[in-house]
């Protein structure tokens, strides 16, 4: 399936502004938090970029790629991995909590807890959302 060309020049527009936002960051007297702000906006724009960009020119280059990636095996490969990364993701998280708890460092320790909560219900609503598609 190939991508219209105002597609492509789109993910080279994020580039420019990227560039601008590092300028904003570099010679701009802004605030901390404006700062953090546009640094996560820019590691957003430019990773989403580069990831299309790069996912275009694999399949320019190699016709069977995209067959590939969807391959049965591919596809069953990447589900595993997926639930084995976010059960250490739980994991991870669990074990910050719990430091943070003897820490004595409450804010972090909540903000943790809550977001080991909201992952299993973010999965089941997005499993849902998913089902009613396919």
Known sequence: ?????????????GYVVCAF????????????????????????????????LWYDKQVKKNPDFEVEVEDERNVQIKYRAGYMACG???LLLSAATVAFIILDYMVPAIITG??????PVI???ASNIIEKKI
């Open 123 to 125: 999965l089941i609503v």
């Open 21 to 52: 936002i590092l300028l904003a960051i570099a010679f701009a007297d802004l605030p901390d938090m404006a700062d953090i702000g546009l640094s996560v906006a820019f590691g957003a724009i430019f990773g989403l970029c580069f990831t299309e």
């Open 88 to 90: 250490f993701n739980w």
């Open 114 to 119: 809550v977001i080991l909560i909201v992952q």
């Open 1 to 13: 399936m190939k991508k219209p060309k105002n597609k492509k020049k789109l993910w080279y527009l």
